[in-house]
């Protein structure tokens, strides 16, 4: 588990005037981990000449919140994994043009804030017979909060002692 800090999930239902489901709206701060590291494609749209970047984001002790929306959308997110030290959800997300190029500059320890519609992915039926679809988080907001702090070390903490 990485250092200990305080993650957050929220979401939204927006509604028309009818009461009908539009969209949810998520908030979420977690960590930039090694299978979250974003990766950016430029060969997108009619002209092949728009970006997306696409990454992962690791929410820590959330999974009660998770839950609930993953319940109420009837899908599972990228990974959960529940230990004696709590649990952890791997959510996956996409941003696009100029947002891209910003989750593009993120790297692996760095403290997200993503905001962004939930979309789900539909899965392939052939390869994965009967698996519930993937929630992704589309951002609509998304800002470094930290990055992980470097050891530094000193040049005598790299000798090693002669005898």
């Known amino acids: 588990m990485p250092e200990k800090h305080k993650d957050y999930f929220a979401f939204e239902t927006i509604r028309d005037h009818e009461q009908k489901i539009v969209c949810y ?6 960590t930039i981990e090694d299978e979250g590291i974003v990766h950016l494609r430029n060969d997108l ?6 970006k997306m970047a696409f990454g992962r ?13 993953l319940r109420e959308l009837n899908c599972r997110d990228y990974r959960h994994e ?3 030290e709590g649990s952890r959800d791997i959510i996956s997300f996409t941003a696009k043009d100029w947002r891209a190029d910003e989750a593009f500059g993120f790297e692996e320890g760095d403290r997200i804030l993503i905001q962004g519609k939930a979309y789900l992915r539909q899965n392939n039926e052939e390869k994965y017979p009967g698996r519930l679809p993937e929630i992704s988080i589309t951002t609509s ?10 050891v530094h070390k000193s040049i005598n903490q790299g000798l090693i002692p002669q005898k």
């Open 25 to 30: 709206y998520v908030t979420m701060i977690g």
């Open 45 to 50: 749209g009619e002209n092949e000449d728009q």
């Open 57 to 69: 984001l690791s929410v820590y002790n959330q999974d009660r919140k998770i839950s609930n929306l």
């Open 82 to 84: 529940h230990n004696d």
């Open 141 to 150: 907001g998304i800002f470094r909060l930290g990055r992980l702090r470097k």
